[in-house]
T-cell receptor, first 113, second 117 residues
């Protein structure tokens, strides 16, 4: 089956750097995505890694190591508005070439002033 | 900026009733998805749809569920006979590409909160 593990919550202060880790087990892994969700809102795409290494998009970076079945989301220069839930999601293509996303349980990030 | 829209935002129904949740994906997207999220839990895949047919469905997507793209813009999820455990937020999503080397970015709608009483 599929499983994803990520911390349930993380706290940090404005301006700090925080890293949210994700380890996964899946049969048809093809990539790791990160989504942000504010309370009651729609998940918003942040990043996708299909290959090993670091992808940087502004204040956010995402890393993937396929050999370790591990990835992380790095948030820099934290702002209050970054307080949200962050989900890692594995793209699994075992069932079809289109693939599906398996989501982790989410990490609640709280940013303090 | 184009966005996925969903109606209604909140639907209350009685157990055993049929509900239809509606979505308008981003206009040039070709791949469509439904997910659900029970309160406080993770987002769960229900079904993917491409070229007017289901591409893949999860174990949750049993015979009570169906999807349809009745015209060029709408994408619907029907639950034939709702159960209490169907109470959840239902998200529609769409993507422009799904090639294995693409970014696989899915755009989610704001969701429909379904409450079954």
């Amino acid at each position: 089956g599929q499983s994803l593990e990520q911390p349930s919550e993380v706290t940090a202060v404005e301006g700090a750097i925080v890293q949210i880790n994700c380890t996964y087990q899946t049969s048809g892994f093809y990539g790791l995505s990160w989504y942000q969700q504010h309370d009651g809102g729609a998940p918003t795409f942040l990043s996708y890694n299909a290959l090993d290494g670091l992808e940087e998009t502004g204040r956010f970076s995402s890393f993937l190591s396929r050999s370790d079945s591990y990835g992380y989301l790095l948030l820099q220069e934290l702002q209050m508005k970054d307080s949200a839930s962050y989900f890692c999601a594995v793209r699994d293509v075992l069932g079809s070439t289109l693939g599906r996303l398996y989501f982790g349980r989410g990490t609640q990030l709280t940013v303090w002033p | 900026e184009p966005e996925v829209t969903q109606t209604p935002s909140h639907q209350v129904t009685q157990m055993g009733q049929e509900v239809i949740l509606r979505c308008v994906p981003i206009s040039n997207h070709l791949y469509f998805y439904w997910y659900r999220q029970i309160l406080g839990q993770k987002v769960e895949f229900l079904v993917s749809f491409y070229n007017n047919e289901i591409s893949e469905k999860s174990e949750i997507f049993d015979d009570q569920f169906s999807v349809e793209r009745p015209d060029g813009s709408n994408f619907t999820l029907k639950i034939r006979s709702t159960k209490l455990e169907d109470s959840a937020m239902y998200f529609c999503a769409s993507s422009a590409t799904a090639y294995l080397l693409s970014s696989y970015e899915q755009y989610f709608g704001p969701g429909t909160r379904l409450t079954v009483t």
